[in-house]
């Protein structure tokens, strides 16, 4: 195969591929050491030695390209393999697993009433049982809240912005493909619980995977050097307070749409007694700063 050149297999000839028990044990053993090479008879060894030799051949060489590369030191998965095999471990194929409403530690911004946090079989969501505004709703595997949930919280908000950071940088978290930018307003994005309750929605996607995310102009500049530096002049992390805990980012109170054709927004962020208003134009670029 030469520079360019790429191996199609479809997807359901991937997932063919893994549903035999003897391939997905395998699959198992090599991701369980995938910087490894493992020799033939290592391998067998590992995942059954009480299988025939030539038939344990005939399931791993259906997994060579695809997910495995044979080397002269032994097999080890491939790239392809590797991501299989993560998702595997992290319940996204094979778990379900339903967590309660529980306190998010902060009230709701348009009425007070405490948010709570549940996740029902891959979805994690924050929504105010008072007003049922939606204040996240983010894809998680069964594995990131199975164990300990006292740090939940926190991981959800990491795993959240660097998602999400990405996803405002024009990059998808997904496939790695650029993602196009546009603006609606509230009525375009209906289907979304309180919706209504902001002015404009930062709409990235990616004509690539499909990938979609929705996000307040504050969200989408909250990684923003002017933004990261003004929080640190004043002593203040900013990465390390949940994003959720900000009412830049969580509501519009604090953006000033200048105009619509093109759109230009005005966002104040505050901190400490002091503002800091960002300019930014329809490609999120931010052209004008003042501080007050």
Not at 13 to 24: H, T
Not at 119 to 144: I, K
Not at 154 to 159: I, N, S, W
Request: charged letters at 25%; hydrophobic letters at 40%.
């Amino acid at each position: 195969m030469t520079d360019g050149e790429t191996a199609e297999t479809t997807a359901e000839e991937a997932f063919a591929l893994v549903g035999n028990e003897l391939r997905a044990g395998i699959l198992r053993v090599l991701g369980a050491t995938p910087h490894e090479r493992v020799s033939f008879s290592e391998l067998r060894e590992r995942v059954d030695s009480d299988v025939d030799s030539g038939q344990f051949n005939y399931h791993l060489q259906k997994l060579v390209g695809p997910f495995v590369e044979k080397t002269d030191d032994g097999y080890v998965l491939r790239p392809p393999g590797v991501a299989l095999y993560r998702a595997i471990k992290a319940g996204a194929f094979s778990r379900s697993l339903t967590v309660g409403g529980f306190d998010a530690d902060f009230d709701c911004y348009f009425c007070e009433t405490p948010v709570e946090a549940a996740y029902d079989d891959g979805l994690f969501t924050m929504t105010c049982p008072g007003c049922e505004h939606l204040y996240a709703r983010t894809t998680l595997p069964p594995s990131a809240v199975e164990g300990d949930r006292s740090e939940l919280l926190t991981r959800v908000d990491q795993y959240n912005r660097h998602q999400m950071g990405l996803s405002a940088d024009g990059v998808c978290p997904v496939c790695a493909n650029p993602m196009a930018l546009e603006f609606l307003e509230s009525d375009a994005v209906a289907w979304a619980d309180g919706a209504e309750r902001l002015d404009v929605f930062c709409h990235r996607f990616c004509g690539h995977c499909g990938r979609e995310q929705y996000m307040t102009v504050g969200l989408a500049l909250l990684h923003h050097p002017a933004v990261v530096a003004f929080f640190h002049e004043h002593a203040v992390d900013v990465t390390a307070i949940p994003h959720w805990g900000l009412e830049f980012v969580m509501t519009d109170n604090y953006l000033t749409v200048r105009s619509k054709d093109p759109w230009k927004f005005e966002l104040a962020v505050p901190c400490e007694g002091e503002t800091l208003t960002l300019v930014v134009d329809d490609e999120l670029n931010v052209i004008e700063e003042e501080r007050s």
